[in-house]
């Protein structure tokens, strides 16, 4: 079963920026989905950005234009760039890896951004 790692993320003001960044390990099948998904609390789990092997991206209309997601072609990795971010943003962001009919999920990074 793959496993995902997540790394970034933090305290920011408003205004700043952010990286995260998330590893896969274990058996992966050579074509997927990587990308990010969101949760604060009470609430859902909300997508963010995804982003599939042959370089086809999806991202939540709250966060286009400033958020960029990007994959390693030679390694299963996934890199979200996060400008001008805003308070609500805050939430904790889960990396996310679709293979097949499978989902899997990293532990969670926290972003808080002040106002």
């Known amino acids: 079963q793959p496993q995902l790692v997540e790394s970034g993320g933090g305290l920011v003001q408003a205004g700043g920026s952010l990286r995260l960044s998330c590893a896969a390990s274990g058996s992966i099948f050579s074509i997927n989905t990587m990308g990010w998904y969101r949760q604060d609390p009470g609430k859902q789990r909300e997508l963010v950005a995804t982003?599939?092997?042959?370089?086809?991206?999806n991202y939540a209309s709250s966060v286009k234009g400033r958020f960029t997601i990007s994959r390693d072609k030679n390694k299963p990795t996934v890199n979200l760039q996060m400008s001008d971010l805003k308070p609500e943003d805050t939430a904790v962001y889960y990396c996310y890896l679709g293979v097949l009919r499978s989902q899997y999920w990293g532990r969670g990074t926290q972003v808080t951004v002040s106002s």
């Open positions: 982003e599939t092997t042959v370089g086809s991206t």
